[in-house]
């Protein structure tokens, strides 16, 4: 996750320091005569922000967004069997509710028909933001 906010700041800053450039590129044929070299100067300036862009918001592999969402997949899915992770053949409880507490305030348990079915309900801080979460067990 801290890549990926270095990753954003970096971009970002990238993004400004073009943007800057295409300003003061755009003045300099405002004011003087045309030059082939000044327009391709604002062209590679428009199309390395284009790339950035692209990485950003863009889905194709790599791009900061699709690593956000694969990465909320990855929790929710992981998340998805609270009873696996929590009582399951390689679980150690102590240290599961520990880190679970840092996401939740709260999971309700509801029995579910006869025998040891259990549904779960409760609010994820997933990522930084509250998503309501729901299973079954």
Known sequence: MAALNGEMVEIQRRKAQLEAELNNLSRAIATGPDSPTLRAAIT???VE????TDRTL??????VRKQMVDLRKF???????????IAGKHARPSIVRQHISRHVDEIKLFPEGEGRAVRYKG???????SSGAEGQS
């Open 44 to 46: 590679e300036r428009e």
């Open 49 to 52: 922000i284009s790339k950035l």
């Open 58 to 63: 863009g889905m194709k592999k790599g791009s």
């Open 75 to 85: 929790v929710k899915e992981s998340l998805a069997d609270v009873r696996e992770l």
């Open 123 to 129: 609010e994820w801080k997933l990522l930084g933001s």
